[in-house]
């Protein structure tokens, strides 16, 4: 799988929209570009996944560039609830032990009054 | 979505025991995983669970010190053996579903005296 590179942490005031930033210069043609929340002590959550065209749903959006080399998350409406580790991951299709998640250091995101 | 659940959520065990950890999920899925999580780190991936079959460990895992059992679709084992402190960690079931997207269950939280 390629590898992700994500700043370390960032600060977002609630109500204004949290854009979180991941590079993924190596990504292969079959690779698709997933993101995760890790609220502290719970299991990561998975929030969107995209190959080539933005997406959108209820809890994000995400921007992948045309050369698909880096993406960015969009939470439009930050609130407290949204405080948590966020993991831009790049990951095959399902193709058996291939389509596993490895996880980097991911961005810290903090939403403040 | 599915729904993961695992028992137990969370223990505090002597040194030298052995623990098993239940993971069970509300319908089929195509892969299931085994993740640890130490304090302050990123997930690490341990193993995949193989239906009917040994498990698939990661660098660094083997099976002597993490066995794992999955007899069908929808259910997993991991025991973490002959514990030491070193293994205090969230120990985290994950499942792909048909649709191709990895989810996580909430993790137990081993502590080891």
């Known amino acids: 799988d390629a590898k992700t590179t994500q700043p370390t942490s960032m600060d977002c005031a609630e109500g204004r929209a949290a854009n979180l930033p991941c590079n993924h210069s190596?990504?292969?043609?079959?690779?698709?570009v997933y993101w995760y929340r890790q609220i502290h002590s719970q299991g990561p959550q998975y929030i969107i996944h995209?190959?080539?065209n933005n997406e959108t749903n209820e809890m994000a959006s995400l921007i992948i560039t045309e050369d698909r080399k880096s993406s960015t998350l969009i939470l439009p409406h930050a609130t407290l609830r949204d405080t948590a580790v966020y993991y831009c991951?790049?990951?095959?299709?399902?193709?058996?032990?291939?389509?596993?998640?490895?996880f980097g250091t991911g961005t810290r995101l903090q939403v403040t009054l | 979505s599915a729904v993961i659940s695992q028992k137990p959520s969370r223990d505090i065990c002597q040194r030298g025991t052995s623990l098993t950890i239940q993971c069970q999920v509300d319908?089929?899925?195509?892969?299931m995983f085994w993740y640890r999580q130490q304090p302050g780190q990123s997930l690490t991936l341990i193993a995949t669970?193989?239906?009917?079959?040994?498990?698939?460990?990661e660098s660094g895992f083997v099976i002597d010190k993490f066995p794992i059992s999955r007899p069908n679709l929808t259910f997993s084992t991991l025991t973490v053996s002959n514990m030491s402190p070193e293994d205090s960690s969230i120990y985290l079931c994950?499942?792909?579903?048909?649709?191709?997207?990895?989810?996580f269950g909430p993790g137990t939280r081993l502590l080891v005296l």
């Open positions: 994950s499942v792909v579903m048909v649709s191709e997207t990895q989810y």
């Open positions: 190596t990504i292969s043609g079959n690779e698709y």
């Open positions: 995209g190959l080539k």
């Open positions: 991951i790049v990951r095959v299709s399902n193709t058996g032990t291939a389509s596993k998640l490895t």
């Open positions: 319908s089929q899925v195509t892969m």
């Open positions: 669970a193989n239906q009917g079959s040994e498990a698939t460990y």
